[in-house]
């Protein structure tokens, strides 16, 4: 592999070059995450549509919750460089799963008659998997490895502990919120990758 296809930089002054099945590895991975982006948007729909008033009612704006280990995209993000970008996408959708189980527990005590959100959670839990696992093959190819994985991420620690502290309306506010975040790093990796997919590069 060149320097050039090392360095991950999409800002060169021609095309990056990629040997052609990790350019096949970086489209797959892509594709996923444009896939999931949309799958992402119909969770959070559906969960709102399942919490019952006030949720989804017109003006209803619930807090913005700070989850210890995990928040959204910082606005520097796109300000790093590639690597550290992508590095901070798989950090992100490695904590997910986690979060996004807890969710679908609580979710079956809230919401025991809504089968198909339960099954979505757990869809999107396992797709955040695959799409991190994915990620995280990419930066290798590249000789960027991504960290290596720890105990279980804070955030889900965190999320528990709350879940299981929280009322009924928190305890919503809080799955509201992991949804909403789940939305926001598929759709910034997707971002992301564009960056290194031929054709895409800016």
């Known amino acids: 592999m060149s320097q050039r ?4 930089d999409p ?4 095309p990056v070059s990629f040997l052609p099945h990790l350019e096949a590895k970086i489209r797959q991975t892509h594709n996923l995450a444009r896939l999931l982006t949309k799958y992402a948007e119909q969770l959070l729909e559906e969960y709102v549509q399942q919490q019952g008033d006030p949720f989804g009612l017109p003006g209803f704006s619930p807090p913005r919750l700070s989850l210890a280990g995990l928040s959204g995209p910082s606005p520097s993000h796109m300000g790093l460089p590639l690597s550290e970008r992508l590095r901070q996408d798989a950090a992100a959708l490695d904590a997910l799963p986690g979060l996004l189980d807890a969710v679908r527990r609580r979710q079956a005590e809230l919401n025991p008659s809504s089968p198909r959100l339960l099954r979505n959670l757990e869809d999107a839990a396992r797709q955040a998997r695959a799409l991190g696992v994915a990620v995280e093959t990419v930066l290798a190819a590249l000789g960027s490895a991504a960290r290596g994985p720890g105990p279980e991420p804070a955030a889900t620690t965190a999320l528990s502990t709350a879940n299981n502290a929280a009322g009924i309306f928190s305890a919503k506010v809080l ?3 992991v949804c909403g975040l789940y939305g926001e790093w598929v759709n910034r990796t997707e971002g992301d990758l564009s960056q290194l997919v031929p054709g895409d590069v800016a």
């Open 175 to 177: 799955g509201l919120h």
């Open 5 to 8: 296809e090392g360095s991950l």
């Open 11 to 14: 800002q060169a002054d021609s």
